[in-house]
């Protein structure tokens, strides 16, 4: 998953708000990583580090947006390659259980998002994960977040072997759903990925904080309809 921020030397203007007179949009697209759910690559390097001949540090700088991980997120490794590859370089001595334990246990839920998701469920709106991220992280995440099963579809880097902000990736997500345009809102925190699906013409959110975002959904969406779902 992709941690690096956007740089604080870049311009902050963002997307334009919607106008009163668009239709709402047929489907809310979610970015997971520091959008649905924080996460810290430090807790994972400090896990794996118990067990393994590599320090902390060595550890971060081989699995923090990495090429390795690139890789792997990009599905050109199979979970068992990866796994073998970093215990390998980190001389990792635990078992396969192990360390898929300390490579997933780094996220901690952004509540007023999460619940943001269930409101757009409840008011009958589309939602759909769209991430650039790992089978090993999705397994984690399904078995100890009971929100990330109410989604209506789920578009995986490592499944469609194209990560954001590759046209390809936004183009799975418009094929999967059925929908194009201004009828998709996508809510993420990178600024080239909020751009790329801007350049497609859907409507967007760059992610900062959660106030904000909720509100521009329900500005979107219609107070009205979101609302009547609370």
Not at 59 to 77: F, K
Not at 129 to 134: A, E
Not at 200 to 227: C, K, Q
């Amino acid at each position: 998953m992709d941690q690096r921020r956007t740089s604080d030397s870049m311009p902050s203007k963002r997307p334009p708000t919607p106008r009163e007179d668009m239709p709402p949009p047929c489907v809310v697209v979610f970015d997971l990583g520091k959008v649905l759910l924080d996460f810290d690559f430090g807790l994972m390097a400090r896990s794996l580090a118990e067990s393994s001949r590599a320090g902390e540090a060595e550890i971060r700088e081989l699995l923090d947006q990495s090429p390795l991980l690139h890789r792997y997120e990009t599905g050109l490794m199979d979970t068992d390659s990866f796994i073998d590859e970093v215990g390998r370089r980190i001389g990792f001595r635990g078992a396969r259980d192990v360390f898929a334990r300390c490579f997933g246990n780094i996220f901690t839920p952004i509540d007023p998002m999460i619940q943001m998701q269930q409101d757009l469920r409840r008011a009958g709106v589309r939602t759909v994960i769209f991430s650039n991220t790992s089978e090993l992280a999705v397994r984690h995440i399904r078995s100890e977040f009971p929100f990330f099963s109410e989604f209506d579809d789920y578009v995986y880097s490592y499944e469609e072997r194209a990560m954001k902000p590759l046209p390809a990736s936004y183009e799975s997500v418009e094929r999967r759903t059925g929908h194009r345009l201004g009828e998709i809102l996508y809510i993420d925190d990178r600024r080239e990925n909020v751009d790329g699906g801007a350049a497609r013409g859907w409507r967007v959110i760059w992610h900062r904080e959660p106030a904000e975002s909720v509100a521009l959904v329900r500005r979107h969406l219609g107070h009205d309809r979101m609302d009547s779902a609370s």
